[in-house]
């Protein structure tokens, strides 16, 4: 079945340091792919989405391209704050039917000062 | 900004006991949807719900669980007899169409004792 695979956390940086989340996925046909970020007490949110190969999504300095050839969609910010430490889940949805969410297993992202 | 609210934000209870999960989905959305977070684990889907039946469900999904929309705003999830194994993040999402963003509320931590 479908599947997705983010790197294990916490991963730890420096506010301003560049910030680089992996999230490989398994899926048949052509999966939309998002990334949504739970701050502490909060819900989930959806940070970033693409429909279809090559589609770079981006919001709020965040942005993750999707690779159909490696199966990819990193998410990637180039100078990162203390307030965007949080955990970050990468997600498809197969595109058929009711949409079902398929999630990762989150990575908690701490920014110190 | 409308938002899907969920309660209670934590609930303990017993063993085979039953449960009753709230939560009020956006106001204009018509697709309805249950997630659950084992701790540690992924968030896994366990539900969709449109025009007042069930339209998907996974394998969790077993006969101990139902949901209902008792009213115009609530959506509930009801555990029967709750095991151990039930212990949880339990995650709220609604959507407009099934093809749109799904939002999610800040979840409900299910402790089964």
């Known amino acids: 079945g479908d599947s997705v695979t983010q790197m294990e956390g916490p991963v730890t940086l420096s506010e301003e340091a560049f910030l680089t989340i992996n999230c490989t996925y398994t899926a048949t046909g052509y999966p939309s792919l998002f990334w949504y970020v739970q701050y502490p007490g909060e819900g989930l949110q959806l940070l970033l989405k693409a429909t279809k190969a090559d589609d770079k999504g981006s919001n709020k300095g965040f942005e993750a391209t999707y690779r159909k050839e490696t199966t990819s969609f990193h998410l990637e910010k180039g100078s990162v704050q203390v307030s965007d430490s949080a955990v970050y889940f990468c997600a498809l949805s197969a595109n058929t039917g009711f949409q079902k969410l398929v999630f990762g297993t989150g990575t908690r992202l701490l920014v110190s000062p | 900004e409308p938002e899907v609210t969920q309660t209670p934000s934590h609930q303990v209870t017993q063993m085979g006991q039953e449960v009753i999960l709230r939560c009020v989905p956006i106001?204009?959305?018509?697709?309805f949807y249950w997630y659950r977070q084992i701790l540690g684990q992924k968030v896994e889907f366990l539900v969709s719900f449109y025009n007042n039946e069930i339209s998907e469900k996974s394998e969790i999904f077993d006969d101990q669980f139902s949901v209902e929309r008792p009213d115009g705003s609530n959506f509930t999830l009801k555990i029967r007899s709750t095991k151990l194994e039930d212990s949880a993040m339990y995650f709220c999402a609604s959507s407009e169409g099934h093809t749109d963003t799904q939002y999610f509320g800040p979840g409900t931590r299910l402790t089964v004792l």
């Open positions: 106001s204009n959305h018509l697709y």
